[in-house]
């Protein structure tokens, strides 16, 4: 068992002695409640054992004597922190130990944090009050990315693939509740759940003891924000900064548990000065640890191909040298002259190149798993551009069209800009690309979101009109006055869910790290079309963030990062990170971390 706590060396009872003493020592403030004040002297005095606390108390051991003069008062060893082993271990809350050794505790240690109550044998109130551990998807789903991923009833793009982030349900919000296009029904996420847990699986869920407060936490609103206690007793509490808590004024009173519990549980200590904890920065944009992208699978109607591959994919079909060797690109449209090569012809003639580039979903969520920076061989675009001829000025637009006619355009202004980062992209990792990825070539455009790298290109048209359909996808646009589905580009009307994107890699809340020995957090860090300027991190429920500067980002690629703290003492600590870019947008939704220092 972890142990957040010092353990004093006695057993100490609750003992009648200690209610004497607080009952007198209040009673002059009491005013005419008299009657009161010496019922419970009398009672306590009298040691009949009325106060059920301490007389039922399994942990009370011994029966301290009262102080002979006042000199004594306050030294008495039940004035330090209680110790039982029996009411260690029954407030202490649980580590799990994963297959590969990592520790995990989700609920801060909380005994003699209570400002009030600090040094008694009172109950966890993470563990009793609060049931800490048993509210939040996780205390019911290990992992939602394979909850979602293994459902036998609707086979939902895989979460678990790709780079090893932690999938939140604050992440599910961030898909499921504002994607024109991409989700059929906006806003109606709750309802989905509360189906799914009481009717679907009703019997399951209610056999788990599951209830309302099994995955909400209903707060008192106050006007602006919810405080929040500060771990050490006798030290003010803070405010918390309602803009990076995602709760705001005009929040329900039902929140999330999972999206509120760094705030609400006890045992969590704000650090707001990070040179307490020797914080440190470092960043490259090195290629991905995980060797293939993610794909996500359309397998609607308009993205027959998509269908196709994913179920060639899954099914294990092998690939087809043949298709390789007759497939053709063609460049035409406003250009000097129609150009075609097979993929052979230009293997031989054009030039290749050998280099690392990032891609990341245009709805990945903040912190989500669809991107990497990942090793292509590819044929650039601007070769065959050239060997047309180059485009004309009535050239309006770019459509980057697959075998099956289905294309995604590029506008004028960002065709031109950047011509020479558009790659026709025939091996990934050193191998020939999976069906899935398009096999044989994948059109890459990694200046914006993977939206616009088309998949099995075969044509690149020069048109001379610009399409109205989804352009220049760059990072997902909240829902705002000004949402427009046309024009050249989604109306930047209320900001972005996720742009800049920023995340996690390699770890999981509540993961046990050790007291004063530095700990290093991964992550990553990306703005599709914008650059990341910096990433910031809070100790402190972000109300003060600590900005290290990523100058000279390549914002073709992925930024990964490694922050370095040294935890200060046993308790929990949330880390919070966000990323700015040099047009100054700041990530919506912090990504939090609970990490839990243990001595031993
Ligand atoms: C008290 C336990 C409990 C909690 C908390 C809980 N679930 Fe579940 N959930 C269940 C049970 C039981 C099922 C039925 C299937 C199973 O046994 O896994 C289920 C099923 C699901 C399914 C459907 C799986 C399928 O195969 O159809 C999804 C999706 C899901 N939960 C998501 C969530 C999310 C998201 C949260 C947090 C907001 C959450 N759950 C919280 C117990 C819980
Ligand atoms: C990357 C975005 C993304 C994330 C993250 C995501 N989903 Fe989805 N999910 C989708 C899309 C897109 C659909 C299809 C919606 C449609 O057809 O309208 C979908 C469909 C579903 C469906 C089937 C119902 C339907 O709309 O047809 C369930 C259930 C579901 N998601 C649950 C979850 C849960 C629970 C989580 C988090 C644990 C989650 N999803 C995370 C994008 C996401
Ligand atoms: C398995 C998890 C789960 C359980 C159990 C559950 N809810 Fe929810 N509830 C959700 C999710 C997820 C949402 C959507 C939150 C979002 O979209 O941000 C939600 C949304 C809501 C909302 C809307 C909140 C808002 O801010 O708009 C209300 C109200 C609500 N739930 C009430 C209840 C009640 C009452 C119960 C018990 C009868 C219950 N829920 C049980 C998961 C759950």
Known sequence: MQRGKTIAAATIAVSCAFVVLLAVGCSPQRGSSTTSTSTSTATASTGTGLNTYAASSPYAADEPSAPTDASGAGTDSQSTTYSSEKYIEDNTPKVTTLTDGTQIQLV?????????????????????YLHADKRGCNSCHADLAQTVSNMTDYDHEDLTRCAPTQLTVQQCVDCHTWQLAYISEQNAFGDMIHQIHYTNHGDAFTSESGNCWSC??????????????????????AVEDSANTGVT?????????????????RGITDIPDQTAVNGSFTWNQDKSAWNQPWDYNWRGPGYYWDHDRYHYQEEGVPLDQKVFDNWTITVSGCVGKEVTFTLPELLAKAPSVDTTKGLMCTMNPTGGPFFGNFQIKAIP???LVEQAGGYTDQAASLQVMAADGSHEDLTR??????????????????????????????????????GNSWKSVSDFVFSDTASAWLPNQNGWHKQGPEWTMDGNERSNSDGFFNKPNVGYLNVKEGTVIKTGQPYTINGFAHAFDLTVAAVEFSLDGGKTWTRY????????????????????????YVVRVRSVTTDGLVTETPQELMLVAHSS
């Open 549 to 572: 500067d990523t100058p000279g980002v390549d914002h073709t690629r992925i930024v990964n990062w490694s922050f370095t703290f040294t935890p200060p003492a046993d308790s929990s």
């Open 108 to 128: 801060p240690n909380d005994i003699g944090v209570s400002a009030y109550r600090g040094l008694d044998f009172m109950p966890s109130y993470n563990l009793h």
């Open 381 to 383: 675009l601007s070769w």
């Open 249 to 265: 004024a005009s929040s329900s009173e039902w929140q999330l548990w999972d999206v509120v519990k760094h705030s609400v549980m």
């Open 216 to 237: 909400h936490y209903v707060m008192s609103n106050g006007p602006t924000s919810f405080t929040q206690q500060s771990s050490a007793p006798g030290t003010t509490y």
């Open 413 to 450: 202004d960002v065709f031109t800009q950047n011509m020479n980062e558009i790659y026709i992209v025939y091996q990934i990792s050193g191998e020939p690309l999976r069906w899935e990825s398009g096999y044989p070539v994948w059109c890459w455009c990694p200046f914006m979101s993977a």
